[in-house]
Every structure is written in C-alpha cells, then in structure tokens.
C-alpha cells in the first residue's frame, strides 16, 4: 500500500493568515493526488483534484501543487469558515489511501 | 443534483455482520466507481473499497476477507456487506461517488453521503 504523510497533524492559526500543509507518499504518485475538507461532524468535501485543479465552486484562495512524492494544500488567507481538518488521497493505485489528516485551527 | 444517503443499524454486536446500503438520487449509477470509506471516533478516514458500474470491485487488502460491496443499478442502490465485526470496526460509514475520466487518469470523491455510525458492542 502506499502510504501517505501529512504534516504537521495540527496547526493554530489566525483569520488572514497563509497555511501550508504538506503531503508525502512512500512512493512516486506522479500527480494523482486530492485535497479534502472535513468540518465536524460532516462528510469531506472535495477541494482539490489531480494535485492542483480545483473544484468547481472551491475559493480561488486554495491552491495545490506537486508532483512525485511531495505535495502541498495553500490557503493564501484563512477565512472563519476554512477552519477544518484536511486530508490528502492518493488515488494512484489501490487502496486509496489517505493521509492521517491536518486540523487546522484558530489561534 | 446527486445526493447519497447511507442506511443499516445503528449498533451491531460483535462477531456478526455489519449491512449497509447507500441510496443514490439525482443521477445514474452507469460509469462511475461507488466507493465506502469509514471513520473511526476523533480518527482518520480508511477507504474500505469499491464497486464499478460493471460489477467490478476492488477491495483494501487489510479488509478483503471481511468485505463485500454490491451493486443493483434497479434500485440505485449499492450496499457494504463486512463479517466478523469487532469494537475496531467501530466507525462513522460514508458513501461516496467516485467520479473520473479514464484518458487523464484522474478520479476523485465527489458526492458523499451523511455518514453512519455504526457501533459495535453487545
């Protein structure tokens, strides 16, 4: 299986602020990564797909970039409403694996 | 718009069989992979498997030998059979559509369900 690293499992952060999070796989991936968001108690949300393409109807202030082995999820401002775990998905071959998860929270 | 409802029961004792079923209303099933993934309490997602339009399957090999996913495109539903439940299956059951394009390779989850939890314990 190919396992995927998040990192930092939780950061704290303030409305405005830039955040990086960062996604690792044991293997190359080429780009076939996405980028999901879940808030308590509700399904994740798709933000990202194929490491940088975004959803339709996501804020342009996500971003996604990577490829091989290492990739990352940018909010370029941090909104009330961004606060949220994250996760990444690898679906270069199964099982579909996912990382841990990033929550990200208000400082 | 595509919605997915997840349904089964709540608690389930150990050693039996969890049955799930996800409804799926506002779109057809043809084409697409229809994907379930579980969470366990304050955990991370597992993706557990899923089931092509076709009837092809494609299962985590870390559940294999305890799943069955299946598929009646009259109904629009697809259902999660998983056997020898323990307090580790435990988990928040999601249902989702797995949606892509073969000539780019890019798939992704793109409709979820509510998720259901389901407990195991006697």
């Known amino acids: 299986d190919i396992q995927m690293t998040q990192s930092p499992s939780s950061l704290s952060a303030s409305v405005g602020d830039g955040v990086t999070i960062t996604c690792r796989a044991s293997?190359?991936?080429?780009?076939?990564v996405n980028w999901y968001q879940q808030k308590s108690g509700k399904a994740p949300t798709l933000l990202i797909y194929?490491?940088?393409t975004l959803q339709s109807g996501v804020p342009s202030r996500f971003s996604g970039s990577g490829s091989g082995t290492d990739f990352t999820l940018t909010i370029s401002s941090l909104q009330p409403e961004d606060f949220a775990t994250y996760y990444c998905?690898?679906?270069?071959?199964?099982?579909?694996?996912f990382g841990q998860g990033t929550r990200v929270e208000i400082k | 718009q595509v919605q997915l409802q997840e349904s089964g029961p709540g608690l389930v004792k150990p050693s039996e069989t969890l049955s799930l079923t996800c409804t799926v209303s506002?779109?057809?099933?043809?084409?697409?992979?229809w994907t379930w993934i579980r969470q366990p309490p304050g955990k991370g997602l597992e993706w557990i498997g899923y089931?092509?339009?076709?009837?092809?399957?494609n299962y985590n090999p870390s559940l294999k030998s305890r799943v069955t996913i299946s598929l009646d495109t009259s109904t629009n539903q697809f259902s999660l059979k998983l056997t020898s439940l323990t307090a580790a299956d435990t988990a928040v059951y999601y249902c989702?559509?797995?949606?892509?394009?073969?000539?780019?390779?890019?798939?992704?989850?793109?409709?979820w369900g509510q998720g259901s939890l389901v407990t195991v314990s006697s």
């Open positions: 989702a559509r797995d949606h892509g394009w073969y000539s780019t390779g890019y798939y992704f989850l793109d409709y």
């Open positions: 506002g779109g057809s099933m043809n084409s697409y992979y």
């Open positions: 089931i092509y339009s076709s009837g092809a399957t």
């Open positions: 293997q190359n991936i080429r780009n076939f």
């Open positions: 194929g490491a940088s």
């Open positions: 998905q690898q679906t270069y071959s199964a099982p579909r694996t």
